[in-house]
């Protein structure tokens, strides 16, 4: 069984952190209904829900996946890049421990998850401006002695790595090739995002299906020519506070 963490929209998303996009107006009441589709279509793809509430002192929390990284063995609770997200990891790592061993990225590390690409017993960690080479090196620390290989990627132009490439499929990963250097994944079938849709690469991929924002069609449909089973879910406003797919939910096997 797959459990999703998602937790509800805060009434302070206006005041999200922001470093690569513009501040928008974000409608509140539409940002909770497109979450809760999002919830919905996590629970309708098999994910028993746990869903936490919002805190109105956290404006990026409905962002659950950047606190932690969920593998088999353990879950690595995060130290943010953003100094007003790190209050966020208490709930997430309250919830977590009925399921995983708990450790911690500290001081001086600096990690989100939304740079760390899992794919199988490899870990692709973006060192961006939120994640941080004594973060990387933290991380490696708990997962070589698991078996899992680590390896470090230099993100530019982009928030995360998992704004630049996702895993679509068991053979495929989504591409942005102008933020990321792909020698690293020249082994995987690269898709690339169409040209006018350069923050289309974030993809979440729940066994064989993909749920993907409905706010990049071209990219989409690029996708469906490759053959992939697509969900769309429509995340405008949350993509105005540099949100995705991927950073709204922590899935991992029960």
Same mark, same amino acid.
């Given at each position: 069984?797959?459990?999703?963490?998602?937790?509800?929209?805060?009434?302070?998303?206006?005041?999200?952190?922001?470093?690569?996009? #513009?501040?928008?107006?974000?409608?509140?009441? &539409?940002?909770?209904?497109?979450?809760?589709?999002?919830?919905?279509? $996590?629970?309708?793809?098999?994910?028993?829900?746990?869903? &936490?509430?919002?805190?109105?002192?956290?404006?990026? /929390?409905?962002? =659950? @996946?950047?606190?932690?990284?969920?593998?088999? #063995?353990?879950?690595?609770?995060?130290?943010?890049?953003?100094?007003?997200?790190?209050?966020?990891?208490?709930? =997430?790592? #309250?919830?977590?421990?009925?399921?995983? +061993?708990?450790?911690?990225?500290?001081?001086?590390?600096?990690?989100?998850?939304?740079?760390?690409?899992?794919? !199988?017993?490899?870990?692709?960690?973006?060192?961006?401006?939120?994640?941080?080479?004594?973060?990387? +090196?933290?991380?490696?620390?708990?997962?070589?002695?698991?078996?899992?290989? =680590?390896?470090?990627?230099?993100?530019?132009?982009? &928030?995360? *790595?998992?704004?630049?490439?996702?895993?679509? /499929?068991?053979?495929? $990963? &989504?591409?942005?090739?102008?933020?990321?250097?792909?020698?690293?994944?020249?082994?995987?079938?690269?898709?690339?995002?169409?040209?006018?849709?350069?923050?289309?690469?974030?993809?979440? $991929?729940? !066994?064989?299906?993909? =749920?993907?924002?409905?706010?990049?069609?071209?990219? /989409?449909?690029?996708? @469906?020519? +490759?053959?992939? /089973?697509?969900?769309?879910?429509?995340?405008? #406003?949350?993509?105005?506070? +540099?949100?995705?797919?991927?950073?709204?939910? *922590?899935?991992?096997?029960?």
């Amino acid at each position: 069984m797959l459990i999703a963490i998602t937790r509800e929209v805060s009434p302070g998303i206006q005041n999200c952190e922001l470093t690569h996009t #513009e501040r928008r107006p974000i409608d509140l009441a &539409l940002a909770r209904q497109q979450h809760r589709s999002y919830q919905d279509q $996590l629970a309708m793809l098999g994910c028993q829900m746990i869903n &936490l509430p919002a805190d109105p002192n956290l404006p990026d /929390s409905v962002f =659950v @996946e950047d606190v932690a990284i969920v593998l088999d #063995e353990l879950a690595v609770i995060t130290r943010p890049g953003a100094e007003s997200r790190r209050p966020e990891t208490t709930a =997430v790592a #309250e919830a977590l421990a009925p399921y995983r +061993e708990v450790v911690n990225i500290v001081f001086p590390g600096t990690m989100d998850d939304g740079d760390v690409l899992r794919i !199988g017993k490899s870990v692709c960690v973006g060192i961006s401006s939120r994640t941080n080479a004594a973060g990387f +090196e933290q991380l490696r620390d708990f997962l070589v002695p698991l078996g899992y290989s =680590v390896i470090a990627v230099s993100v530019s132009g982009c &928030l995360h *790595l998992k704004s630049a490439i996702t895993q679509v /499929s068991a053979d495929a $990963l &989504l591409v942005n090739r102008d933020w990321i250097a792909v020698d690293l994944f020249n082994h995987w079938r690269l898709i690339d995002v169409h040209p006018d849709e350069p923050h289309a690469a974030n993809a979440l $991929l729940i !066994g064989d299906k993909v =749920v993907y924002p409905s706010s990049y069609p071209q990219t /989409s449909q690029h996708l @469906e020519n +490759e053959g992939l /089973s697509l969900f769309p879910i429509d995340v405008s #406003e949350l993509i105005k506070a +540099e949100g995705a797919v991927t950073c709204c939910s *922590l899935v991992f096997p029960s």
